[in-house]
């Protein structure tokens, strides 16, 4: 199980990662790299179709159904619990990372792009701010989800 | 009979007359003033040396010399970004010159303009280099100064340098220093963002090998040539003088401006006469 939701947080979190790795290619967004358009394309489609359904539905599911019960003679969480409680953490971490620097060069982003339509330019600096927000807010509701299932199954072992 | 005769040979030298005068007038500029963006024909006003102008047409008189210098303002409205530049033309002979001129229309509050726009605008260099220094220009007055030290930056203003060059080189606009300025500034980063220049594959002696020197001199001349003409005599005699003196420390200038010093020195002693005369002639 703990596989499957590490799959699927990856999937998940993908445009985070390809934007850190162009950040990085591009340094800080002041080089033109294919990397800025292969983020563009990425986030445009994982805002139109794919991250809502993986965002909303999956990624909570299996992660409420990998939480592991606390071991009857610990008083601590299991160690595959602290495990996704860890990497939703990192989530969260790169998420605020990118979000800053995206609201920060996001000018400089959009320069470096082949795109000369106006008003895909703009569309396109309103979903990367808008993506990258929405990685922030699902990490922190991803990690409260976590951590109340925990304490619910923490709840019943111990009754 | 005669009568007759005599009333229709004078109506066709009437004719004549008004024909060689009518071709007398038709010895015109025509400022054809059009989108940057669209390249539809827009109504623009058009002043020539502070002038306004009656339907972007300036005519001149049949003895005007052959070259032409003169200041270019134009604007549209408040969508458009005004224009204000100097031309010179040089051997105009025929009865009319038309010239282009590309008014870009202002980008909205917040635009973001990219390397897409840039390259977009940087085609239009083949069909009409106005066109793209328009629409340069208007990107690199839009776009926030920080960019201009990202590649975006690099590329931008190397293109619109090499577009103000194409304008001075191409259609006489005066636009060689601001080029010169530009490709300098450019040389001089290029030490700090080579990585930034590689990726563009500019190379320092493409910032280099362009002969401003050289149009800015022609284009002194010709302001020179126009001034006298235009009866701004001590004017064209003192820039006459200052590339008299120039000409004669360094040979190159001469090769450079296609002039030799001796009529250089005649253009000198001529605009010194006329404006003699000028000052000793009654009022």
Known sequence: ?159 | MKQAIRTLATMIAAMAVTSAVSAQALRQIVFQVYDADSGEPLAASVSVDGNKIDGGRLTLAQDQESTIAIQVQTTAGASYRPRTFNVFLANFTGTQAIQKIYLAPRGAEGRVYSRGNVARATSYRGQDVDRAVALLERIYEESPSDLHGTQFGVYLRYNLAAALFGNCTEKFVDSCDAAKTMFEELLAEFDDRRAMFEAERIGKNNLTTSDFDGQTLINRYRRAKWDLSRGRYESARDAFQELLSEAEGDARVSAQLKVRVGQLKSDVDLAETRLQSARTAPP
């Not at chain 1, 359904?53 to 606390?70: C, D, I, N, Q, Y």
């Not at chain 1, 998420?95 to 995206?102: A, H, I, P, R």
């Open chain 1, 1 to 159: 199980m703990m596989v499957v939701a590490y799959t699927l947080l990856l999937l998940y979190a993908l445009p985070v990662v390809v934007l850190l790795i162009a950040f990085a290619f591009s340094s800080g967004f002041a080089l033109h790299s294919q990397w800025l358009e292969f983020s563009v394309a990425l986030s445009g489609i994982y805002f139109t179709n794919t991250r809502d359904a993986l965002g909303t539905f999956v990624v909570p599911f299996v992660t409420a159904f990998s939480v592991s019960r606390l071991q009857p003679d610990e008083g601590r969480y299991h160690p595959q619990t602290l495990r996704l409680f860890f990497v939703l953490v990192g989530l969260f971490l790169a998420s605020m990372l990118c979000y800053s620097v995206v609201s920060m060069r996001v000018n400089e982003f959009v320069s470096q792009l082949n795109e000369s339509s106006p008003g895909a330019l703009a569309e396109t600096k309103t979903r990367l701010l808008n993506v990258s927000a929405a990685y922030v807010k699902e990490s922190l509701a991803y990690i409260s989800l976590l951590l109340g299932v925990a304490q619910a199954a923490n709840s019943r072992s111990e009754r």
